[in-house]
């Protein structure tokens, strides 16, 4: 089972400083994304190959749990182990959810984001790169930002099989 509340509790705890048991990356978005869900329980397959699966171990880790391109089509393409279903809009989103952002809508996505909490119905997000806590989820603030950025929302299944 996901454990939402313990991917938020780790967000929470890491927002705003690197946990010594992982590598930090100059563009750490999607490795914090990936220790939330690691920490709310998803499991991890597909070690030692990095173009297969999730998973870090070893000393090394695969593609989809460092960079936000590579995740995003784990996401969208996963049958077993860690899984997700893509929601049309932000408010469909649970606690624990994920994000992902192509800003320039060039088909690659640059940024990852967790949902750790709500202003209504619209989502709070958590992200390393630039440490964010509790920031509106549409990321307009942001210098990366553009009116062409596209965004897909993944409810992360509840169970894993």
């Known amino acids: 089972m996901y454990n939402r509340q313990a991917a938020v509790q780790y967000a929470n705890t890491w927002w ?34 990095r173009d297969k699966g999730w998973w870090i ?19 969208d393409t996963s049958t077993v182990g860690l899984q997700a279903t893509k929601v049309a809009n932000a408010s469909d989103l649970q606690l624990g959810d994920v994000i992902s952002y192509d800003f320039q ?18 989502p709070l997000v958590n992200a390393h790169t630039a440490s964010s806590r509790q920031r509106d989820w549409r990321y307009t603030s942001s210098p990366a930002f553009l009116d062409e950025t596209r965004y897909i929302f993944f409810h992360i299944k509840d169970s894993f099989t």
């Open 16 to 49: 705003n400083s690197n946990n010594p048991a992982y590598p930090i990356f100059d563009d750490d978005c999607t490795n914090y994304i990936s220790q939330c869900l690691r920490a709310g329980g998803a499991p991890m397959r597909g070690y030692p190959t």
């Open 105 to 122: 809508n060039d088909g690659r996505f640059d940024h990852t984001t967790i949902v750790t909490g709500f202003n209504g119905r619209e």
């Open 57 to 75: 171990g070893g000393g090394t880790w695969s593609f989809s749990w460092s960079t936000s391109h590579s995740l995003r089509w784990y996401l």
